[in-house]
């Protein structure tokens, strides 16, 4: 019997069209992700080397080790973990180091599908966030530790000897760095969604004793049970969110202009 199915019809010019362009779009990706990983390993492998991992753990435990009794040191409850969680802090510290270049090659990844209007914004406000996060996390470990763990050493009773756990400590460390750049990032959050349409700078002055009530709340739950860092997370995101307004304002200024360019 012979087959009365009707014979394939040949990949039309768009259709091959299509799948050359996921293609080159699966191609480009892999490359930029090949670029970050090389640059985060390079950095990584660069820190391994000079000064090491030892030392780069050292320079991250200092705030806390400063406040110790003299001659205490962390200790280690695991057997690898003298190894292994320096070794996460060196990870980590190349990947913060390298996230100029990360952020760059995912840049590079987006802007050939957008307008030209849209990368006059999205550019500088992706190299705001960075600086942004950057600081949140300066501002964290060179002010905020100092004062905090001097005060916790101070509040501590006599019958306790303080040995903290380097992996105990890691985790403490990487949740605030995490909680203070993110707090850092509210003036960005606050532009983009007045550029965005999806709210006003007057509508963000009428919340704003709803913000500070969220921002309390926040600091509340992602710091240690104390107000020394209630306050030192609050303080900076309420002045962030007013700097935030203060730009969203130019900002709103300068349209009107643009639009009739």
Known sequence: MADSSP???????AAANGSDTFMSHLLELRNRVLWSLLAVLFVTGGLLVWPGMGAVYDFLAEPMISTLPAGTKMIATSVISPFLT???VTLLAGFML??????????RF???GLYQHEKMIALPIL???TVLFYLGVAFCYFLIFKQFFVFIAKMAPQSITAAPDIEAYL??????FIAFGLAFEVPVVVIVLVLLGITTVAKLREIRGYVVIGITVIAAVVTPPDVFSQIALGLPMWLLYELGILVAVLLERQRPAAVSE
């Open 7 to 13: 014979p394939p019809q040949p990949e039309t010019p």
């Open 86 to 88: 320096p070794l996460k």
């Open 98 to 107: 390298a996230l100029p270049v990360v952020l760059y090659q995912a840049w």
């Open 110 to 112: 987006v802007a050939p």
């Open 127 to 129: 190299v705001s966030a």
């Open 171 to 176: 985790d403490f460390v990487m949740s605030m």
